[in-house]
């Protein structure tokens, strides 16, 4: 199942992980992501290849080292595939012999991709390139973008049905943890609760407590002015809310 990419943004060192796939809830399975690391582990998935793989990348270990353990320890290594990002930057990544063509991967000096049961390498590389040429984009619409193009270069060839994001900027915490686990257009889908979070969520992020400032900042009076601000903007646009959201009776 899957194609994923993770990728650091160089302008505030944020760390991205976005998957979709013809398979419930993949959102929840694929990403692992720290403060500096990430971890994608797909196809035939490991989920302890994610969980000891974030925390020995969080404690320094090279990516390379820990993916060549990984490997060698999981007799079930033939049916894994895995991409991760380190803490120092550096990708490394694998693609068993028996994961399900069109299985492979493709790494760069910011970001890797990686997909196995796909219509074809076509997939990889769209997903792959987009990234790397949108670079105008705000970090979270990049990564839709690029697995948009993805999705239309054949995507998984199955068909679809999950998809998940995952961004972290440089807290234990996620800055945003989205995810839809069974729909029929599962990136449209994450495009819209993206879109539903920037009303309100993402003001309410940048408040939130961090390991440098455990308190936040708790004052209503500039996260109601930027929700304010925000909400006339949109409006000024002719954009509706997408919200699903329901109203007291």
Known sequence: MTY???????ETGAIG??????????????????????????AFSNPVWGTEGLRRLEAGEAAQSV???????????????????DAHGNF???????????????????HSVAGNMLAGPEVVDATFETYAAEGALPFPER?????????????????????????NRGQTHSWL?????????????????????????LHFAE?????????????RTALDAAIAEAEAQRQAEGRVSRSLATDPA
């Open 143 to 167: 990564l839709m973008a690029a697995m948009e193009a993805g999705e239309r270069a054949g995507g998984d060839k199955r068909g679809k049905q999950a998809a998940g994001l995952v961004i």
């Open 17 to 42: 992980l976005i998957v979709a796939s013809r398979f419930f809830a993949c959102g929840a399975r694929v990403p692992n992501v720290g403060p500096r690391s990430a971890i994608a582990s797909q």
């Open 207 to 219: 408040a939130m407590p961090s390991e440098q400032n455990f308190s936040g900042n708790p004052d």
């Open 92 to 110: 490394a990544a694998y693609t068993g012999s028996a994961c399900v063509d069109w299985a492979g991967h493709r790494i760069g000096q910011m």
């Open 67 to 85: 993916l060549d353990d990984l490997v060698a320890r999981d007799t079930g290594r033939d049916a894994r595939q895995a991409h991760l990002m």
């Open 177 to 201: 943890d989205l995810r839809s686990d069974d729909h029929s257009d599962p990136l449209a889908e994450l495009r819209r609760l993206y879109d539903v979070a920037s009303e309100r969520y």
């Open 4 to 10: 994923s990419l993770i990728a650091k943004d160089p």
